[in-house]
């Protein structure tokens, strides 16, 4: 019995997946504070435009997520609205670190 990786959701493309979605999201915010620069002890932030990838990577998360959305309510659809909400969270912080560089100078 061969297990091959297009039967499984997260690494088929034409499939939903909510793996996949969060590991784009958490990863974009991963990147977004490596290529800042950021550190929690002296949070000195480089203003780059890099910081555009981590952004749309974010953006392209969010919209993986939005396509787990079922038309049937239940708790995997309110799971689904809050990752939504959490993906939300996640590109405001991206769009403060790709806006508040440039905005304090």
């Excluded at 392209?60 to 939005?66: I, L, S």
Aim: hydrophobic content about 60%; proline content about 6%; overall charge positive.
């Amino acid at each position: 019995m061969a297990l091959h990786l297009r039967n499984i959701a997260a690494f088929n493309i034409r499939r939903p997946s909510l793996l996949r979605a969060n590991v784009l999201v958490l990863g974009s915010m991963v990147a977004a504070f490596l290529i800042s620069g950021f550190t929690p002890t002296v949070p000195l932030i480089r203003a780059t435009y890099w910081q555009l990838l981590p952004m749309f990577g974010g953006i392209a998360g969010m919209a993986e997520t939005a396509r787990c959305i079922r038309p049937k309510w239940g708790m995997y659809h309110a799971a689904v609205v809050l990752f939504l909400f959490t993906d939300l969270m996640v590109i405001t912080l991206l769009a403060l670190l790709l806006v508040y560089p440039f905005w304090s100078q």
